[in-house]
């Protein structure tokens, strides 16, 4: 059954995936690392917090870079 799975998802990704391959998710990786405990309002909240430190630190780049400018 595993390997008419892999045959036909093979056929599908248009990609040679045997019994040999590693096929590793999201959830495998932040099972690795032990996170488990993140739910969906979590996730948009580490979004959020990262768009808002992004634009800040590129605020502070542009206010930096403008100094020294002629007017």
């Not at 495998?28 to 430190?53: A, V």
């Not at 800040?56 to 007017?71: A, C, P, Q």
Request: proline fraction near 0%.
């Amino acid at each position: 059954m595993k390997s008419g799975m892999l045959k036909s998802i093979s056929k599908w990704l248009m990609v040679n995936i045997t019994s040999n391959t590693c096929i590793t998710t999201g959830a495998d990786i932040l099972k690795q690392q032990s996170i488990t405990q993140l739910s969906k309002w979590d996730c948009l909240w580490i979004t959020f917090t990262w768009g808002f430190l992004f634009r800040f630190v590129f605020y502070i780049s542009l206010f930096l870079g403008s100094r020294n400018k002629r007017r």
